[in-house]
């Protein structure tokens, strides 16, 4: 945390005190915060969060958390008069609106602060201990760190990184591999499995003896080709923390030896038989790092993959596509505008594979986005050179 340069202030004791301030999504220091404790009630904290005030806690820790729940019922509670939605609004206006909707809600749950010292530990009554979790997110003390004034985070943002920690402490059961992938801070959890399945059911192209793994994040596609017999991986991304991620992964898996990690935009140099790439689904701008995993603004990458791919196949060999048709149902991306890409690329579609998302938001419809979580489909594309 030595490279921030951000503060917040805020008035105590009839003083003004500032100190740094840290936000992982990029979010800007509140303007008006308000210094609080265990006497403000949930009603009138929420109404301030809404007016854009943000509170810096110090009294309990347990119950700055207690106020944080209190907040998101608050959020997610259905209003008294609910605003109809118009008639002929499109799937890609209701899209927007889910994404305001959101962006309000963080917004109002970000506005609880919790003060952290140079060391990573809480100045509060019963705060956990967090250090682990924060230098895994943060980075290692060190002589400069400690000599620094207290910093500033959100409440949430801090759970974020708690429940990070317990993720890669835990990992995440795969059961295409038979391990545990264990996801870092800040690297998206592979979570949704269907395009795992996808690519351990689907036939290897004959001689695939190299692969390469397109944004391979937590590693856990190159570990599968590597267990399934591929001899060479090379696995790329430009993320530090993801190759960091990935190489624990593997060196957990003990399948280090098969896999190269590389540092790049999309592409390693050379050819390869096989070129597998699970790109982020919705062309739309992500408000957090992580969510770059999801939302690929303008589909960079996945249009970056398609007009380099033929450029490193080798001859009969295949690109994998694995791409959610989400961003389709909700009119963001239409299926002819894939496909043209796609021939403009000299690509043509040797085979698609499709399978239903079994996640569980499938079967919530109370979402407004239902409609399209219900029919979405994950494909595995067989690409191949014209």
Not at 155 to 180: N, S
Not at 200 to 208: E, K, N, V, W
Not at 212 to 220: A, H, L, P
Not at 289 to 306: K, N, Q, T, V, W
Request: glycine content about 6%; hydrophobic content about 40%.
């Amino acid at each position: 945390m030595t490279s921030l340069t951000p503060t917040i202030q805020w008035q105590e004791a009839q003083q003004t005190r500032q100190a740094l301030w840290h936000s992982e999504s990029g979010a800007p220091a509140p303007t008006r915060v308000q210094f609080t404790n265990d006497t403000i009630t949930a009603d009138a904290a929420y109404k301030l969060a809404c007016e854009g005030t943000a509170f810096l806690w110090s009294g309990d820790f347990q119950n700055a958390r207690q106020l944080l729940q209190a907040l998101a019922r608050r959020c997610d509670r259905p209003p008294k008069k609910p605003r109809p939605i118009a008639e002929g609004t499109t799937p890609s206006q209701l899209f927007n609106l889910h994404r305001q909707s959101q962006s309000q809600r963080a917004r109002i749950l970000s506005m609880v602060l919790i003060p952290l010292n140079a060391d990573y530990t809480i100045p509060l009554r019963r705060a956990p201990d967090v250090v682990s979790a924060c230098i895994e997110a943060f980075g290692p003390i060190t002589a400069h760190n400690a000599e620094q004034q207290i910093t500033v985070i959100s409440l949430r943002e801090l759970q974020g990184l708690i429940g990070a920690h317990e993720w890669r402490k835990k990992g995440v059961d795969i059961p295409a591999l038979g391990q545990k992938i264990h996801p870092h801070y800040g690297v998206f959890s592979p979570v949704r499995g269907e395009y795992i399945d996808l690519v351990a059911t689907t036939p290897l192209p004959p001689s695939a003896n190299l692969a390469f793994d397109i944004g391979t994040g937590t590693g856990v596609l190159a570990a599968l080709l590597a267990q399934r017999g591929v001899q060479r991986i090379i696995a790329t991304d430009q993320d530090p923390r993801a190759l960091a991620c990935a190489r624990e992964n593997l060196d957990r898996l003990d399948l280090s030896a098969q896999v190269e990690l590389l540092s790049t935009d999309l592409f390693p140099a050379g050819r390869a038989p096989l070129i597998v790439c699970n790109p982020p689904w919705i062309p739309a701008r992500p408000s957090s790092p992580i969510e770059y995993a999801i939302f690929d603004p303008e589909s960079r990458m996945l249009r970056g993959f398609l007009a380099g791919l033929s450029g490193h196949l080798d001859v009969k060999g295949e690109g994998w596509l694995l791409l959610s048709d989400f961003a389709e149902r909700l009119g963001l991306r239409p299926r002819h505008q894939l496909l043209e890409w796609i021939a403009q690329a000299g690509l043509q579609v040797a085979e698609r594979i499709d399978i239903k998302p079994g996640h569980s938001k499938v079967t919530d419809t109370t979402d407004l986005l239902h409609f399209a979580r219900s029919a979405e489909v994950t494909s595995l594309w067989r690409l191949t050179s014209k």
